[in-house]
């Protein structure tokens, strides 16, 4: 569905974020967001699903016992708001998560820098995905298995370098469902800088 004319703006597999643009450095930590099943997106973020499995917008810990984080990792309260991925009772299917156009030709070395939690017996992938000049690259970047043992323990965190992408793109954090119920995975304080 993306348009290959260079013009990021014209990604029709993105409804609703065209004409949206974020200079970078920013940051995304979802506090705007409004909790839900699945919620409500701000700032030109779009969830997309290619079946029953989604990105919600959350707090105060996931529904599903041993999966999920407890808190979020902006406040670390229950408060605060992440994103996660609901796997109960979904057969299979990708949910997507992506920005709106990343104006990022004011940095000389840009990088994504984002906080996950993947705790859960059942952790299907989470990839990375860039948009920039009319077609997207897939898996820059897959996070597989769990990465935590514990609701309760600490987000880690990773970076992508997007040097190669050029001055404008999108990033899409693409979910995949995996194996049962104990699969929610979470993200949050997304830094372009």
């Known amino acids: 569905n993306s348009t290959t004319d260079g013009d990021i703006t014209n990604d029709t597999s993105i409804l609703s974020v065209t004409n949206y643009s974020i200079s970078a450095p920013t940051t995304e930590d979802f506090e705007t967001f409004v909790v839900g099943t699945p919620g409500t997106t701000a700032n030109g973020w779009t969830a997309e699903s290619t079946d029953d499995f989604e990105w919600y917008v959350d707090n105060d810990g996931t529904t599903s016992n041993g999966t999920g984080p407890d808190v979020d990792h902006t406040l670390g309260t229950a408060a605060g708001i992440y994103m996660y991925t609901e796997a109960t009772g979904t057969p299979s299917g990708e949910a997507m998560l992506t920005s709106p156009c990343l104006d990022v030709s004011s940095l000389q070395n840009p990088e994504l820098g984002f906080w996950y939690h993947r705790c859960g017996t059942a952790m299907g992938d989470l990839s990375i995905d860039v948009y920039s000049n009319g077609v997207w690259t897939n898996?820059?970047?897959?996070?597989?298995?769990?990465?935590?043992?514990?609701?309760?323990?600490?987000?880690?965190d990773t970076n992508v370098n997007l040097a190669a992408y050029g001055s404008q793109v999108r990033i899409r954090f693409r979910a995949s469902y995996g194996t049962g119920w104990q699969g929610d995975m979470a993200i949050d304080d997304i830094n372009i800088f």
């Not at 769990?146 to 323990?153: G, H, L, N």
């Open 139 to 156: 898996d820059i970047l897959t996070l597989t298995g769990a990465q935590q043992t514990a609701t309760s323990d600490p987000w880690l």
